[in-house]
């Protein structure tokens, strides 16, 4: 069954920092990979996807994320943290064979960002 | 307006009564979807209409019912609920078909406290 882990449910970096935030899959086939944020009071926005063209996936809002079978990851990074990223962040695996676009998510990683 | 609205933004009801969330998608999209987000929970996919027939049925408890009169808008009717029921509720919609690589967009949701 298709599933996703993101470790660590808060993350705390400084503004300019490195960002980086963990997702690692199950899958039974090749997976369709998705990150979406989340801020206050707000539904849910894609960042970016991974549909199996290139394994470096670029997003809006200067994120990134790269593919890796061997390791079963996805992790979304971005180079220099900004205020505004304080959110919310969702992984998910879209779930085959069900005539529909199934999500399954995993449990979010909430990043704080200091002055 | 644009992309996926949702009324009302809050919702407080008591366990007797009645009421019903609408969610209105503003971008020809075939597929529309509620979700249940709970604290410290993944996303719950609780019901998938494509063509306005529902698809998916997620062993939602009978007091959601939902219905979609045409493939622009969404109802999620309440009765009777339960104060674990409680949540923010999310509407989503997407192009449709057999898509594993759609993107699905988002309302802001409508937040539900049932006393």
């Known amino acids: 069954a298709q599933s996703v882990t993101q470790l660590g449910s808060h993350v705390s970096v400084s503004e300019g920092a490195l960002v980086l935030l963990r997702c690692n899959y199950s899958?039974?086939?090749?997976?369709?990979l998705f990150w979406y944020v989340q801020y206050p009071n707000q539904g849910l926005q894609l960042l970016l996807k991974?549909?199996?063209?290139?394994?470096l996936v670029k997003g809006i809002n200067g994120f990134e994320a790269e593919f890796k079978k061997s390791e079963t990851s996805f992790h979304l990074t971005k180079p220099s943290a900004h205020m505004s990223d304080a959110a919310e962040y969702f992984c998910?695996?879209?779930?085959?064979?069900?005539?529909?676009?199934?999500?399954?998510f995993g449990t979010g990683t909430r990043l704080l960002v200091s002055p | 307006e644009t992309g996926v609205t949702q009324t009302p933004r809050h919702l407080v009801m008591g366990m007797t009564n009645k009421k019903s969330l609408k969610c209105e998608q503003h971008?020809?999209?075939?597929?529309m979807y509620w979700y249940k987000q709970s604290a410290k929970k993944p996303l719950e996919l609780m019901f998938v209409?494509?063509?306005?027939?529902?698809?998916e049925n997620n062993s939602v408890p009978s007091r959601f019912s939902p219905e979609c009169p045409n493939s622009s808008h969404l109802f999620l009717h309440l009765h009777t609920l339960q104060p674990e029921d409680s949540a923010l509720y999310l509407c989503?919609?997407?192009?449709?078909?057999?898509?594993?690589?759609?993107?699905?967009?988002f309302g802001p949701g409508t937040r539900l406290t049932v006393l």
């Open positions: 209409y494509s063509l306005e027939e529902r698809v």
């Open positions: 991974y549909t199996s063209a290139a394994t």
């Open positions: 971008l020809g999209h075939n597929a």
């Open positions: 998910a695996v879209s779930v085959p064979n069900t005539g529909f676009q199934k999500l399954v």
């Open positions: 899958s039974s086939v090749p997976p369709y």
């Open positions: 989503a919609s997407s192009q449709g078909g057999t898509g594993q690589g759609d993107t699905q967009y």
